[in-house]
């Protein structure tokens, strides 16, 4: 039974691209859910993830990172963001530390909700630089807290995670205790899949894929089975993500595998394909089959 002083809530990681949303979540659950890469506008999703500790119950949020939508796709993204928001007890909006000048255009989607400041990659900048940037932030509006931290580094996130805990409101837990995520596994698996092409590509052909699992079928005593296609817009992508021989895509493919093992703590025997959905991002239809 929870303690009668249990806290639980909602807390929404929001920002720009690349300032470390993802990274913060994974670090603080203590496992990876979200998918990291150097390249901008990895996360798609909101991803859920849950931190049960002895007096309280957090629920993050990780969210895409706000920018302006040049396709539907984007438009999903955002309003993925802004659902998030709503939603939330209390907003983590994060700024990176290596930035000239204040993010205004995400600080307009959290108007009026209650925030932490969380200045991120401290690490990679002198300290005396910060405090401009915080002063600069609390002249566009007061925060609950203003906490500097590095996610990567793990600087000053007990720090945070108090500042967090402080303002969730009074009640019991939502999700029973070791419970990470609620989503299914082959949402994970397919996420991870994404990450590798991100990784393993530049340029437009990362942002033009999409991966759904057409298999998924565990087999006792033998290698789980796993299909997945991964989708993308033009004919000349497909053969980009297939390489001379299909040597690419088995890049990607013993890469996901190797990772998706790790994750799900079993072997599995994985099968990519890829397919030409044309113009997909902005065709409602494929964006409902794919999940956004």
Not at 20 to 30: A, D, E, H, V, W
Not at 50 to 65: A, S, V
Request: with cysteine; net charge neutral; proline share 6%.
């Amino acid at each position: 039974m929870a303690p009668e002083d249990f806290r639980s809530g909602y807390v929404a990681l929001i920002g720009k691209p690349n300032v470390g949303k993802s990274t913060l979540l994974n670090t603080l659950l203590g496992q990876k859910l979200s998918i990291v890469t150097p390249k901008a506008q990895t996360t798609r999703h909101r991803i859920l993830g849950i931190l049960t500790e002895q007096d309280c119950q957090i629920i993050f949020l990780d969210t895409p990172g706000i920018m302006q939508p040049s396709t539907r796709l984007d438009q999903s993204m955002m309003r993925k963001v802004k659902e998030s928001v709503s939603d939330a007890d209390l907003v983590v909006f994060m700024a990176d530390a290596r930035s000239a000048e204040p993010d205004l255009h995400s600080l307009e989607s959290i108007v009026h909700r209650p925030a932490i400041l969380a200045i991120n990659k401290i690490d990679l900048v002198r300290q005396e630089t910060v405090l401009p940037m915080v002063e600069a932030y609390m002249d566009l509006r007061s925060f609950e807290a203003v906490v500097p931290i590095s996610a990567l580094k793990e600087n000053n996130l007990a720090a945070l995670m108090q500042e967090i805990q402080e303002r969730l409101p009074p009640g019991p837990a939502f999700y029973p205790p070791g419970m990470l995520s609620e989503y299914p596994e082959r949402f994970f698996v397919s996420e991870i899949i994404r990450e590798k092409v991100f990784e393993k590509f530049r340029q437009e052909v990362p942002y033009s894929v999409a991966v759904t699992i057409a298999n998924f079928v565990e087999r006792p005593a033998r290698k789980d089975l796993i299909e997945a296609d991964i989708i993308v817009e033009r004919p000349s992508q497909k053969g980009i993500l297939i390489g001379s021989g299909g040597v690419a895509l088995k890049a990607v493919g013993i890469a996901a595998r190797q990772d998706i093992e790790i994750f799900l703590d079993r072997k599995v025997y994985l099968k990519l394909f890829v397919r030409v959905r044309k113009d997909w991002r902005n065709r409602e239809t494929f964006l409902r089959s794919f999940g956004y």
